[in-house]
């Protein structure tokens, strides 16, 4: 019983109106009560998110999803039985009070189950869907331990729920039903082959297209203070002889450069162990006061989309030529 206590506490923090970090398979989240929009507001401030960027709501379980959406399509239905709970986000018609702040006045509403025991105990104890985006100050990388969390949201949230590292370690894919082809709007822990072994073809977004539907898929996002370099030669590393370098390998390389630092996110090249430690890799070579980091590119396949996506968009848009 000792173990739940936290979780009580949170509970407790969240019916009051509060918010609170707590893990998930895939990142932290920072939650609300997704039907007090005090609460919901109070995410926004902390991560100083833009109000006109949407928050996913978690359930405890699927039956849940019928009270806040119009409908649910078959394909959506199949998805759910097929990835729940885990990581995938479904976006639907919202239901009629649903509140605007948490889908930023659209007409859409994104859900999703998490597997985490920890989520979904805090889920059922609050007996309450909670909004919740990853619990890291907007426009950075999301985090996948506790410690993440405390080191830029400490003293600002009510409670942080620590789990652990997240398993996954990359978000949830997100799914949009609001078209006649399903659309996949963030590549994530469930692998694209995945989902259409499932429903067959899905539309894809690419990463420049800025559509309203989806706010938060700004190209220029989990940008850490260093700049990411990925796409580069090694042929012209001599040209960056006085600059301090951090790589990011996705395997131990077979012949070590002269880096300053180098993190390896699977020795075995083992894609899901990558994710689980992408983000606290970039975490560590950000802390390296470095001028650069160099990531090795990795091929699209399976968790390697969402990898690719969340380094295309941490790294540095301005030329630099390598
Ligand atoms: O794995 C995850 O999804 C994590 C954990 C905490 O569950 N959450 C997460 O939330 O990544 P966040 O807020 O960092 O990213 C949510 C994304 C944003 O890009 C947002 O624009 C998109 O979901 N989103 C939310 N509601 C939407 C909607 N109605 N239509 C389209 N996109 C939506
Ligand atoms: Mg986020």
């Given at each position: 019983m000792k173990n739940d206590e936290p979780i009580q506490q949170a509970a407790e923090i969240i019916k009051r109106g509060g918010i609170v970090a707590f893990p998930t398979e895939t990142v932290y989240g920072l939650g609300a009560d997704a039907f007090n929009p005090l609460a919901v507001a109070r995410i926004f401030e902390v991560k100083r998110r833009p109000y006109f960027d949407p928050l996913i709501v978690h359930v405890a379980s699927p039956a849940d999803v019928k009270k806040l959406v119009k409908g649910i399509p078959?394909?959506?239905?199949?998805?759910?039985?097929?990835?729940?709970?885990?990581?995938?986000?479904?976006v639907l018609l919202k239901g009629e009070d649903f509140p605007d702040i948490v889908t930023a006045g659209l007409p859409t509403v994104a859900i999703r189950m998490p597997s985490h025991p920890m989520a979904l105990s805090l889920i059922k104890e609050s007996n309450c869907p909670i909004a919740a985006p990853s619990a890291n100050p907007f426009g950075y990388l999301s985090p996948t331990t506790a410690d993440h969390v405390r080191e830029q949201l400490d003293d600002q949230v009510d409670l942080i729920l620590d789990g652990g590292p997240c398993p996954i370690g990359v978000e949830s894919t997100i799914i949009s039903f609001?078209?006649?082809?399903?659309?996949?709007?963030?590549?994530?822990?469930?692998?694209?082959?995945?989902?259409?072994?499932?429903?067959?073809?899905?539309?894809?977004?690419?990463?420049?297209?800025?559509?309203?539907?989806?706010?938060?898929?700004?190209?220029?996002?989990?940008?850490?203070?260093?700049?990411?370099?990925?796409?580069?030669?090694?042929?012209?590393?001599?040209?960056?002889?006085?600059?301090?370098?951090?790589?990011?390998?996705?395997?131990?390389?077979?012949?070590?450069?002269?880096?300053?630092?180098?993190?390896?996110?699977?020795?075995?090249?083992?894609?899901?162990?990558?994710?689980?430690?992408?983000?606290?890799?970039?975490?560590?070579?950000?802390?390296?006061?470095?001028?650069?980091?160099?990531?090795?590119?990795?091929?699209?396949?399976?968790?390697?989309?969402?990898?690719?996506?969340?380094?295309?968009?941490a790294s540095t848009k301005e030329e630099i030529n390598l």
């Amino acid at each position: 019983m000792k173990n739940d206590e936290p979780i009580q506490q949170a509970a407790e923090i969240i019916k009051r109106g509060g918010i609170v970090a707590f893990p998930t398979e895939t990142v932290y989240g920072l939650g609300a009560d997704a039907f007090n929009p005090l609460a919901v507001a109070r995410i926004f401030e902390v991560k100083r998110r833009p109000y006109f960027d949407p928050l996913i709501v978690h359930v405890a379980s699927p039956a849940d999803v019928k009270k806040l959406v119009k409908g649910i399509p078959s394909n959506a239905i199949k998805l759910i039985k097929s990835f729940w709970p885990g990581p995938l986000t479904v976006v639907l018609l919202k239901g009629e009070d649903f509140p605007d702040i948490v889908t930023a006045g659209l007409p859409t509403v994104a859900i999703r189950m998490p597997s985490h025991p920890m989520a979904l105990s805090l889920i059922k104890e609050s007996n309450c869907p909670i909004a919740a985006p990853s619990a890291n100050p907007f426009g950075y990388l999301s985090p996948t331990t506790a410690d993440h969390v405390r080191e830029q949201l400490d003293d600002q949230v009510d409670l942080i729920l620590d789990g652990g590292p997240c398993p996954i370690g990359v978000e949830s894919t997100i799914i949009s039903f609001l078209e006649e082809r399903p659309r996949l709007l963030r590549p994530g822990g469930v692998s694209l082959e995945e989902i259409e072994s499932i429903i067959g073809k899905v539309e894809i977004s690419p990463i420049e297209n800025d559509i309203p539907s989806a706010p938060g898929m700004l190209p220029k996002h989990y940008a850490p203070r260093t700049p990411i370099v990925l796409d580069w030669d090694k042929k012209n590393l001599d040209l960056l002889e006085d600059k301090k370098i951090g790589f990011l390998a996705f395997q131990e390389p077979k012949r070590y450069l002269k880096f300053h630092s180098i993190e390896v996110l699977s020795k075995q090249g083992d894609i899901r162990e990558a994710a689980a430690n992408l983000f606290a890799a970039i975490r560590r070579l950000d802390a390296m006061d470095l001028d650069l980091i160099l990531a090795e590119p990795i091929s699209e396949i399976g968790l390697g989309r969402a990898i690719m996506d969340r380094l295309r968009r941490a790294s540095t848009k301005e030329e630099i030529n390598l």
